[in-house]
């Protein structure tokens, strides 16, 4: 395989590398809760990080659109994991979840890694991919197929319920805990407000997906939280307040 190098390779990888970090770190805090869905989350956005290195890292557009398309185990599954996190980090998952429930919401990320990889046989997911060789490396651009538009409506009834609770908590805890919500929420945000801009075509570069590089922000944001603000350690759950 014919490797290109961009320094968007790097950054790509650093993302990656922080995520794998701040994972671990959060994976020490265990059992508090919180502690699985966000470690899984984190690894989620360290695997479509690094699957995004090697997708820019090689010209060969056949190559590029599988390792795209393997990057949906950590793509489809970020979602679900910030929505069950939220829930337990505010205090409601005993109340709202079961093993059964978060079955029931991995069920879409599921079809959707499944949708992906095997789209060949019938294009549900992307209609057809071009190559872009225009852009800072080259790249392709999908015409996005039904499925591609359920597995992203799905993906963001995911991340609005849990960021609009998430924000409630902040709103009515005391300041440590707001403070860590609001280093969570800027955690969160940032990879959304990417991802956004990259779906619809807005972003400064229209061939780059922003959204792994964000990740390295993210986690610097959780790993400053994890640090000044003794996230998983003290939690709102502990109060239940809300």
């Known amino acids: 395989m014919v490797v290109q190098y961009t320094p968007y390779v790097l950054l790509a990888l650093l993302s990656a590398a922080i995520s794998v970090g701040v994972a671990i770190r959060v994976w020490q805090r265990r059992p508090g809760p919180g502690v699985v869905p966000l470690t899984l989350m984190v690894l989620g956005a360290a695997w479509w990080s690094l699957g995004y290195a090697l997708e820019i890292s090689t010209p060969d557009l056949e190559t590029q659109v599988l390792i795209a398309n393997l990057e949906y185990p950590g793509i489809a599954t970020i979602p679900v994991m910030w929505f069950v996190f939220v829930l337990e980090y505010t205090g409601r998952g005993k109340k709202w979840l079961s093993r059964g429930t978060v079955a029931l919401l991995l069920i879409v990320p599921f079809l959707t890694i499944v949708m992906a990889l095997t789209n060949d046989y019938h294009h549900l997911f992307r209609v057809s991919v071009t190559a872009v060789t225009e852009g800072p490396f080259p790249t392709f651009k999908s015409v996005y197929g039904p499925f591609f538009w359920v597995h992203t409506a799905y993906s963001y009834l995911m991340l609005t319920p849990g960021t ?24 969160a945000g940032l990879p959304w407000i990417a991802n956004i801009l990259y779906v619809t075509g807005l972003g400064p570069i229209p061939s780059l997906d922003m959204t792994p590089f964000s990740f390295s922000l993210a986690g610097l944001a959780l790993g400053w939280s994890l640090i000044r603000y003794q996230l998983m350690d003290v939690v709102p759950v502990a109060r239940d307040i809300i």
């Open 164 to 187: 609009i609770l998430l924000i409630v908590t902040a709103l009515r805890m005391p300041k440590i805990y707001r403070r860590q919500a609001i280093t969570l929420l800027m955690g």
